[in-house]
């Protein structure tokens, strides 16, 4: 952290106002108190901050109007709120209008400690940030490359709410890219340098589930043979993205509610609670709404991970991004073969441009990941895109994009064949694969690709 980081506090009690400043001056703060709204106006009507900390109950207001004026005149300058104890629903409403974090009384200096460190790095230097999104994986830019102005006002999104510590709703159909728009909240923002941990909720068991989690201590049950970090301590310091949240059962919900209003969780056969400094992510192609009517989903939960929503536009709103996307796809899979990049073709193109695509941009690469191994001559043509026969019309996305993914399993088994197929060839013609591709019935650049996908050296 930079030894000139300026802070503004204010509070009423100075008990508290010297312990805030004591501790940012440790730190290696310059520290400015204000012991009311007036004062901290005045202040900030002359002055600049690298960050804010206000009480949310003030002698001539509340914070929630400073949040405001600072959101309104200081748009750069991080604001976090105190709060007392359980009063979640305050900090929840300073989230929503733009505040960075939030910390209840009484004060738990660690946890300050980490908030203000945050905070100030998001104002650290902009050249600092750069540096960050570009250490970035590459697939946190893919889903929301393009021109269109869905991708143009998600690309704001994304870049307002990486500066924001409020818990991220994610909502769009499967296949359109939430995890890469939570990927790249997470690298855009201060936590870009700690752990993200996905996690499909779905997938876990859910007899498993609070082990999961939470984490537990050796021979707490049967089966406990050594201690088990949970997801909440391996993404300490980072972000937890919970996907298909919705597939949580109830029961589960409620024990992720408590850790996320309490910042702390408890591993199976613990009897100490574990802070934890974790930002939540989560996303689902359900509708959350209907599931709290059906009793499926908690509403508490859903106003707790809702703070902020993000809608991930499917990819029949945006077509004027396809062309954009199909040639960042297909320099990929080049570059994965070591090979040629190829073009594809009007009447290809202007057939990818009429189809509705129920699985979205996953969809998308899966075509063209197809064409680009059985294309001829660099050149992706009408017959190599293959689309379903009812490409011209708009299928249910939600119902057509869940079955895509229930074939997981059959492409892993016809991988397998395939690979047998290969090896077996390339046996047969002792490892060489021009003669392996003749043999085949395929092209050297398809056959290479082929061996690149499937790992075989």
């Known amino acids: 952290m930079a030894n000139r980081t300026t802070a503004l506090i204010i509070d009423d009690e100075p008990d508290i106002r010297d312990l805030l400043t004591l501790t940012l001056e440790q730190m290696g703060l310059v520290v400015t108190a204000a012991q009311n709204l007036d004062e901290a106006h005045n202040l900030l009507t002359h002055n600049n901050y690298d960050l804010c900390l206000t009480d949310m109950r003030l002698p001539d207001g509340d914070g929630l109007t400073l949040v405001d004026y600072i959101q309104e005149h200081h748009p750069q300058t991080p604001v976090a709120v105190i709060t007392a104890h359980g009063n979640v629903d305050i900090a929840v409403e300073a989230l929503k209008k733009g505040a960075f974090d939030f910390i209840s009384k009484p004060l738990e200096l660690n946890r300050l400690r ?79 340098k700690a752990p993200f941990i996905p996690v499909n909720c779905g997938a876990i068991p859910a007899e498993l589930m609070e082990s999961e989690f939470f984490g537990h201590k050796k021979g707490s049950f049967t089966g406990a043979i050594q201690d088990k970090q949970g997801l909440f301590q391996a993404a300490n310091g980072g972000t937890l993205f919970l996907d298909e949240v919705a597939d949580l059962p109830l029961a589960m919900q409620v024990k ?16 100490e609670e574990i802070p934890v400094d974790v930002r939540i992510l989560s996303a689902t192609h359900k509708n959350l ?76 690469e899966n075509i063209l990941e197809r ?87």
């Open 256 to 271: 992720l509610l408590r850790a996320i209003q309490e910042k702390t969780v408890r591993p199976i056969g613990e009897e």
């Open 371 to 457: 064409a680009f191994t059985l294309c001829d001559d660099d050149v992706i043509d009408l017959t190599d895109i293959e689309l379903p026969e009812n490409a011209a019309g708009t299928q249910n996305s939600a119902s057509a994009s869940n079955s895509t993914l229930e074939f997981d399993s059959i492409d892993e088994h016809l991988a397998d064949i395939e690979k047998d197929i290969l090896v077996k060839a390339l046996e047969e013609t002792r490892w060489n694969r021009t003669a392996a591709a003749k043999k085949l019935g395929i092209s050297f650049r398809q056959l290479r690709y082929k061996l690149k996908k499937l790992e075989i050296d």
């Open 289 to 364: 709404e209907e599931e709290i009517r059906q009793s499926h989903f908690r509403q508490d939960l859903y106003y707790r991970i809702n703070v902020i929503e993000i809608k991930v536009p499917p990819l029949r709103e945006r077509t004027e991004d396809v062309e954009t996307l199909a040639n960042m796809f297909l320099k990929r899979f080049a570059e994965e073969a070591e090979c040629s990049v190829p073009r594809l073709a009007p009447e290809a193109l202007e057939s990818l441009q009429r189809y509705s695509f129920p699985g979205n941009v996953r969809e998308l």
């Open 114 to 192: 980490s908030m203000v460190q945050n905070a100030a790095e998001l104002n650290s230097s902009d050249q600092a940030q750069s540096s960050e999104q570009e250490a970035a994986p590459a697939t946190a830019k893919i889903t929301f490359t393009g021109s269109s102005s869905q991708i143009t006002k998600l690309q704001k999104q994304i870049k307002k709410v990486s500066r924001s510590q409020a818990p991220i709703f994610i909502s769009g159909e499967s296949g359109s890219g939430k995890e890469l728009v939570a990927r790249a909240i997470h690298y855009s923002g201060p936590r870009g």
